[in-house]
């Protein structure tokens, strides 16, 4: 196979592919794959047509590496911001435009000019009160949507350590995906994750709660209010983002009542499997879940309305360890070093940019990448050592100065003395 028939495609796009083709096999509607992917109907026909003329890359858009014709130039916009911040400030983005129009003389779309006072943080977006919550109807297809959370309880009974199980539930079937351990964090998410992907898929989209592990309490950064984020990504959510997953971030345990009510069923049956088979560490959990979930699928699993899959299966092209695990960018230094976690390492070739990403991965290991291509690199153990100077020198007794007799102090004092004697006398 030669490189043009290689066909690259985003995330994104296979996303689409994996819709329309099952589309196309009559699993389900137009109407319901336009809501999935949140499109119109119409724009689900033209991709249809694109697939069956084009093959898998008519999903591809045919903008993709070209600018907009109807991009505003860069010169309008930096006018319009200096405009904003000298007379404007404090303007909502609807009255300043129509001011610029009327005053200035710049049509400008209201919506590109919020855009653009929120990246430069001149404005921010306002919530809308919520209506009254309403029975939510469970998704059509499986894969379509899964709840996910972790829950603290005496699993094993005082048997043995205290654990914490990260539970996957699909809203359409309930099919559960469940794992034990020590703790509830982003290394037990990324790897509990890692697991399910591995069994089912990429699933479209994740419900979870704002724990600190999945939504971030920090603030944004200037690097990422210019990339348009209205709120900081969590290392779980920026992963989730990158394999094209939606994040949803649930309001109140009740919003996510499926998962809640799954911990009730577990924290009652599953204990008492464990008892029953007097296991009392993590490892014996874990293998038991192997045999026990397969069962328990069998018996509560549902029938979901429309008898597809829409797990994606991920593209031979996605290191999956690199995704899920704990990215930290660092400046690369003059002697192409950086500094991590109290460390110093000596980078061994050329990275041509001096922003790198340190990875820490779920098996332990330690990478250094930079536009996701690994770099040798090694760890500095001895660090040359400032040279000080341990003896110290006795100091010598300073000698008095005695003037010689022709010293003009010596003349002068001489002078002045004499000068005083003829006076008295």
């Known amino acids: 196979m030669t490189e043009k028939d290689i066909i690259k495609m985003s995330l994104k796009e296979l996303k689409r592919l994996k819709v329309i083709q099952e589309v196309m096999d009559k699993h389900f509607t137009q109407n319901t794959a336009a809501s999935m992917l949140d499109l119109s109907e119409r724009q689900i026909r033209r991709l249809i047509s694109a697939v069956r003329k084009e093959g898998e890359k008519g999903v591809i858009h045919k903008s993709r590496g070209k600018l907009s014709n109807r991009r505003i130039p860069d010169k309008v916009k930096s006018k319009v911001l200096k405009l904003y911040r000298g007379k404007y400030l404090g303007f909502g983005p609807t009255l300043a435009c129509e001011k610029l129009l009327e005053i200035d003389n710049i049509d400008v779309c209201d919506e590109s000019l919020r855009k653009w006072l929120i990246a430069e943080g001149l404005w ?91 939504k971030s309490t920090k603030k944004l950064t200037p690097e990422e209010e210019l990339k348009g984020l209205i709120y900081p990504q969590s290392q779980f959510e920026r992963a989730l983002s990158e394999l094209g997953v939606n994040v949803i971030h649930a309001n109140s345990p009740q919003a996510k009542g499926r998962i809640e009510r799954l911990f009730g069923t577990l924290q009652d049956r599953l204990v008492k499997e464990m ?145 005083r004697q003829a006076v008295n006398t």
């Open 124 to 214: 921010k977006r306002k919530r809308k009160n919520r209506g009254h919550r309403q029975w939510r109807e469970r998704k059509e297809c499986f894969g379509q949507m899964v709840q996910l959370d972790g829950s603290h309880h005496d699993w094993l009974e005082d048997r043995g350590p205290k654990l914490v199980i990260m539970g996957y539930i699909d809203d359409a079937t309930n099919e559960t995906f469940a794992r034990f351990y020590n703790y509830e964090g982003t290394i037990p998410a990324m790897d509990s994750f890692k697991r399910y992907v591995s069994k089912y898929g990429i699933p479209q989209s994740v419900y979870l709660d704002k724990h600190s592990t999945y």
């Open 275 to 419: 008892r029953l088979k007097n296991i009392s560490t993590k490892e014996e959990a874990n293998k038991f879940l192997e045999d026990y979930l397969p069962i328990y699928n069998k018996k509560f699993r549902m029938i979901a309305t429309k008898n597809s899959d829409v797990h994606m299966e991920p593209p031979k092209y996605l290191n999956l360890d690199s995704v899920l695990s704990i990215q930290t960018k660092r400046t690369v230094k003059n002697d192409n070093t950086i500094s991590y976690d109290g460390k110093l390492y000596q980078i061994e070739e050329k990275t041509g940019s001096k922003k790198i990403m340190v990875e820490e991965r779920l098996d332990g290991s330690f990478h250094i990448t930079n536009n996701g291509n690994s770099l040798k690199f090694k760890e500095i153990t001895e660090r040359p050592k400032r040279r000080t100077n341990t003896t110290k020198e006795v100091s010598k007794p300073r000698k008095s100065y005695i003037p010689p007799k022709d010293h003009p102090w010596r003349l002068r004092r001489n002078k002045s003395r004499k000068q």
